[in-house]
C-alpha cells in the first residue's frame, strides 16, 4: 500500500502536528557554554574571528553568567589566559592560576551553575603545545603529571567537572587517580576522547592565545580520516574512569558522534568548536544564510546524531531562541 492512500505529508501539515511527531527535541538542558577569562578587572577584549565571544577578566564573567544562569544553561567550560607562559605551563596547576580564581568566584555567585574546566597546558606553555616538549616533541609521560596536577587543583578550586583535551595517553587514569587520590572521588571527568587535528580550531586559537609555536598537533590529536580509532580512543578512556566521552569537532564528525552513542551507550559531549561558529556568524554577517535557522537546524542534527551535551558558542542565543519556542521548529 503507497501513495494515494499513504501521504507523509499529512503529519507535516502544521507546526502543532509537527511538534506531536517530532523525534528530536532540542533542549537548553543539552548546552553547555564555553567561556574565556584573563587576569585583570573590567577587561572584554573581543575575538575578532569569533563575533559575540570575547575573553573577559572574572568580575566581567561574573557579569555575563548573570545571562547564563537566568536563560537556564546548566553551566560552563573555563578556559584560561594566563598572565604569563613558561615552557612547563606553570600557571596551569598554579593554586592561584586564573581559572583557579574564576572557578573560586563562579562558584561563590553562582553555587547551581555547574563549572566544567579544560584541562590542558597549551593556553599556558610558550611553546603552545599540550604537553612538555623535549628534543622537539611533546613528551607524552612527562606530560601526564603535569595534566593530573592541574585536574587537582581545578576541583580543589571548586570546579565541579574537569576535561582533560591534550590527548595524551594514559591522561584519563592518570587524572582519576589524581582526584581520587587528593579526595575528589567525586568529582567526574569529561574526556576529549576524540578529538581531531582540525582546521576548525584556528578561531579559538586565536581566543585562547594557544597556537603551537612550531609544528602541529597532529602528532597526538587524530587524523581526520580515522573513525575505527576514535572508537579505540572512547573506550581506553572509558576504561581508565572518563564519566563523558567527547567527540570535537562536531559537524564533520557526526558518524563518529553516532558510533560513539550507539557503540558504548555512554553520555556523549560533542563540540560544535570555534571554526563552526565562526563560518554560520560570517555567512549570516553576509546575509547568506539566516542565522537562527542555521544555528538550530546545527544543533538539532547533533544531538539527532547521538550528542547528549552539546558544548557551542551559539549556547546564549540558542537558549534564547529556545525560550521564545522555536526549539527544533521551521528549520528548512
Known amino acids: 500500500m503507497g501513495f494515494p492512500v499513504v501521504r507523509p ?41 569569533m563575533p559575540g565571544v570575547a575573553n573577559v577578566s572574572v568580575d566581567v564573567l561574573l557579569r555575563e553568567l548573570e545571562e547564563v544562569a537566568a536563560l537556564g544553561i546548566p553551566g560552563i567550560l573555563l578556559f584560561g589566559l ?35 574546566t ?28 603535569l595534566i593530573a596536577r592541574t585536574a587537582v587543583s581545578h576541583a580543589a578550586a571548586g570546579a565541579d567537572m574537569v576535561a582533560p583535551s591534550d590527548m595524551m595517553d594514559g591522561r584519563v587514569g592518570a587524572v582519576r587517580a589524581a582526584l581520587d587520590g587528593a579526595g575528589f572521588a567525586q568529582v567526574p571527568v569529561m574526556a576529549y576522547a576524540a578529538k581531531y587535528a582540525s582546521a576548525f580550531y584556528g578561531p579559538f586559537r586565536e581566543a585562547a592565545d594557544s597556537a603551537p609555536q612550531f609544528g602541529d598537533r597532529r602528532g597526538y ?28 569537532p ?17 553520555p556523549v559531549a560533542a563540540y560544535n568548536v570555534s571554526g563552526e561558529y565562526a563560518a ?28 547528549d551535551i552539546i558544548i557551542t558558542y551559539h549556547a546564549r542565543e540558542a537558549a534564547r531562541w529556545l525560550r521564545e519556542g522555536q526549539g527544533g521548529a521551521g528549520l528548512c
Open 221 to 248: 590529536q587524530m587524523d581526520p580520516a580515522n573513525a575505527d580509532e576514535a572508537l579505540r580512543e572512547v573506550w581506553q578512556d572509558l576504561e581508565e574512569g572518563a564519566d563523558i566521552v567527547m567527540v570535537k
Open 250 to 266: 562536531a559537524l564533520a564528525y557526526l558518524d563518529v558522534v553516532w558510533r560513539v552513542k550507539q557503540e558504548t551507550g555512554h
Open 9 to 49: 505529508r499529512r503529519l507535516r501539515s502544521s507546526e502543532t502536528m509537527r511538534r506531536l511527531v517530532r523525534e528530536t527535541v532540542l533542549r537548553v538542558d543539552d548546552l553547555l557554554y564555553p567561556v574565556f577569562v584573563m587576569p585583570g578587572r573590567g577587561v572584554s577584549r573581543p575575538v575578532a574571528s
Open 118 to 145: 579544560d584541562v590542558c597546558l597549551c593556553e599556558y606553555t610558550s611553546h603552545g603545545h599540550c604537553g612538555v616538549v623535549r628534543n622537539g616533541t611533546v613528551d607524552n609521560d612527562a606530560s601526564v603529571p
Open 82 to 116: 594566563p598572565s604569563a607562559k613558561d615552557e612547563y605551563g606553570g600557571e596551569a596547576y598554579s593554586e592561584d592560576g586564573i581559572v583557579q580564581q574564576a572557578v573560586r568566584s563562579v562558584k561563590e555567585h553562582y553555587p547551581g551553575l555547574l563549572v566544567v
Open 280 to 307: 554560520v556568524k560570517a555567512a549570516a554577517a553576509k546575509g547568506w544564510l539566516d542565522e537562527r535557522r542555521t544555528v538550530m537546524e546545527i544543533l538539532t542534527g547533533i544531538k539527532r546524531a547521538g550528542a
